[in-house]
């Protein structure tokens, strides 16, 4: 062990602590007016790993050398960080977001419930697992944008908020598992163990489906109460701002808007292209602007942010943890693994096991299902995470999400993960 490693994991336990106290800062600044543009700064999630990463370059460049400290940096694969920004602006378009809200009304209507209760479900359930075809990130971006005004909205008591956070965040860590290309952690290891979609599904994926309709429906029943009336018509419950006088989308954009984000998901292994059709896509909202919303540049690029510091901050940490990893008996993995992700990003930790020669196909099972479970327990979690956070917390008290709420909101559903995955 080098002594940057030692400060690398120093500074990996600052930064999740920080991610825990967020909320704290959030607090300090309405206490303390004068410094509260610190204090907000401090108390954005999405900030936290972005800001430990670089007191780590700095660390890296005063013991090591400023080339060092760029050259480390520059090893670092940001492909993530980048297609999970992408995703993210893409798929919260207006086009896209009207496009999935009709169909999931058009579902409601087949349900013999409430539509509020119906759009509640079919949110907490039907989209994390449609994950599997459009990726987590895209999944949780659509989610979040359809759920906030139902559910995290202001007059919902505060721990079902929390509550209905956790069953998102577990729901979309293991409803990715139907195929291998969706979740993060199945892509770290699909090649290498040589697992394709339908090994995922016959595996993984129905138990996945299981506890994910159990989730979600025991949590709907719990928001039901609280849930809004509907007003005039259905197309006034809208998962981003009403807006009046906006001229309905032709079904040429639509189609086209659906176009990016398909063709976005398929080269989301190759940020040249996917940049590129970014760009291209910039482009077309520009030049149809009245068929648009504003796009959620901001909230995107402040997730990438927190991505791509876990991601410099996290290279860091394989000294300790591939050596647990290593140690651990299958049943015992799936337990570590489902601890470890809390304070890891799960993919990372599905790809230290990756390298462990000889891991047998009982030990690769448990390290994935632990993996996956363990997906919604805190925002570093799972990649997804963070997005999910920069589109709700502005529902929750203070506009910040506590992180032992999180944590103690996504206990019950992945106790049900947990138990999908070990006795199914």
Do not use: C
């Amino acid at each position: 062990m080098q002594n940057i490693e030692l400060i690398g994991a120093i500074l990996f336990a600052l930064a999740l602590l920080h991610t825990f106290a967020a909320k704290s800062f959030e607090v300090l600044a309405h206490r303390h007016p004068r410094h509260a543009g610190l204090f907000h700064l401090l108390g954005e999630v999405e900030v936290v790993f972005g800001f430990w990463a670089f007191v780590l370059i700095v660390f890296m460049a005063l013991t090591n050398g400023g080339q060092a400290a760029i050259a480390y940096a520059e090893s670092r694969h940001y492909t993530e960080p980048l297609f999970v920004f992408t995703v993210m602006v893409v798929a919260a378009s207006r086009p896209v977001l009207e496009a999935v809200q009709q169909l999931l009304l058009a579902f409601s209507h087949k349900l013999p419930v409430r539509t509020e209760l119906a759009l509640a479900w079919l949110g907490l359930a039907l989209v994390p697992l449609a994950g599997s075809l459009i990726t987590e990130p895209a999944a949780m971006t659509l989610a979040a944008l359809m759920l906030a005004p139902l559910v995290f909205r202001r007059g919902m008591p505060e721990p079902l908020k929390y509550a209905a956070l956790g069953v998102l965040f577990v729901n979309v860590s293991i409803g990715g598992t139907l195929t291998s290309y969706a979740a993060p952690p199945v892509l770290m290891v699909a090649a290498t163990w040589q697992w394709d979609s339908a090994f995922m599904a016959s595996t993984f994926g129905w138990k996945a489906v299981i506890a994910v309709v159990i989730n979600a429906t025991v949590v709907s029943m719990l928001l039901r109460p609280h849930l809004r009336g509907k007003a005039a018509n259905d197309d006034s419950i809208t998962a981003t701002a009403t807006i009046e006088k906006a001229p309905p989308v032709p079904l040429a954009v639509t189609l086209i808007h659906l176009a990016f984000l398909a063709g976005v998901v398929v080269f989301g292994h190759h940020p040249v292209l996917f940049l590129g059709l970014f760009m291209l896509f910039l482009g077309f909202t520009s030049a149809y602007q009245r068929y648009q919303s504003p796009l959620i540049i901001k909230e995107a690029l402040l997730v990438g942010f927190f991505l791509a510091g876990l991601v410099v901050l996290g290279g860091m940490q394989q000294w300790w943890l591939q050596p647990i990893v290593e140690s651990l008996s299958p049943l015992a993995l799936f337990f570590g693994a489902t601890a470890l992700t809390a304070i890891t990003d799960n993919a990372a930790l599905t790809y230290l096991g990756s390298l462990i020669d000889g891991i047998s196909p009982q030990a690769q099972y448990m390290l994935m299902a632990g993996a996956v479970t363990g997906g919604g327990l805190t925002v570093i979690a799972n990649a997804p995470n963070p997005a999910g956070v920069a589109l709700l917390r502005r529902g929750f008290n203070d506009e910040s999400i506590g992180m032992a709420g999180l944590l103690l909101g996504a206990l019950a559903p992945t106790a049900v993960a947990a138990a999908a995955f070990l006795l199914l």
